[in-house]
């Protein structure tokens, strides 16, 4: 059987009550005739409306968080944790967003820690992985992106990284119009597959690999033909009902 593909909406720091509910309605009814899983990643603070408006409407979208703290609980002021995510019925996480690693300085084995937390807590952790501009440009993509890959693997063993998500976002590429072309893309997510099925063999070969970096409605259809990309990890387009509608049908 082929891999169900994704659509996975990362709201940001991005939102209100009103404009939640009017967006997750349109994505909703999308999401029921769509062949494809649908998931939005919001904002902490309106993940319990979400759940209980999915709920509500028999939403078929899976909601997740867009971080969550290494550590199980304590003295950690403004921090979340996995298990208050499993209390209020989240189901998924983002894990190692290029922003928390650029503007948070998440490293590689804090990263690590936080997908650990995760599956703890019967999560289940994106694990984002990418490379900068000038690590592109340097030739170090898949250097970078294996020691990513490495780091969660050597600590929660490669089996738990290829029963999650992986998402690979070229860093260059997101908010920024760039997108990687889809060939571009196709190599990276070849080679990290490659790269996972040296650790555990065939078991990848289910493991769904996300493109993210400024996918769009124009793009989607192309980038989730290629064979080793699974859907896609949106951002600005998750925001409008249309554009994320027609992501949406692109992965169905």
Not at 108 to 117: G, Q
Not at 140 to 155: C, S, W, Y
Not at 157 to 173: H, L, M, T
Not at 187 to 196: S, Y
Request: aromatic share 6%.
């Amino acid at each position: 059987m082929g891999r169900i593909k994704i659509a996975a909406g990362n709201w940001k720091m991005h939102g209100s009550l009103a404009f939640n509910r009017t967006l997750f309605d349109a994505i909703s009814q999308t999401a029921s005739l769509s062949d494809g899983e649908v998931m939005i990643f919001a904002p902490t603070v309106y993940l319990d409306s979400l759940l209980n408006r999915g709920q509500e409407l028999k939403s078929s979208v899976v909601i997740g968080a867009q971080n969550l703290s290494q550590y199980e609980q304590g003295a950690y002021t403004g921090e979340v944790s996995a298990a208050m995510l499993k209390d209020i019925g989240c189901s998924h996480v983002l894990v190692g967003h290029s922003e928390r690693r650029s503007l948070y300085h998440e490293s590689n084995s804090e990263v690590a820690e936080k997908f650990a937390a995760a599956l703890k807590h019967d999560l289940v952790p994106v694990l984002c992985i990418g490379e900068s501009l000038e690590q592109r440009e340097a030739g170090q993509t898949l250097k970078v992106v294996f020691e990513q890959i490495d780091a969660v693997g050597e600590l929660v063993g490669f089996d738990a990284v290829c029963n999650a998500i992986v998402a690979y976002e070229p860093v260059w590429a997101i908010g920024t119009g760039k997108t990687a072309s889809p060939d571009q893309a196709q190599e990276v997510h070849q080679e990290i597959r490659a790269h996972l099925r040296e650790k555990v063999g065939e078991l990848v070969a289910g493991t769904r690999i996300l493109y993210g970096g400024s996918v769009n409605d124009t793009n989607a259809n192309e980038l989730f033909a290629m064979e080793d990309i699974d859907g896609g990890l949106v951002g600005g387009a998750a925001l409008k009902a249309d554009s994320f509608s027609a992501i949406c049908k692109a992965a169905g």
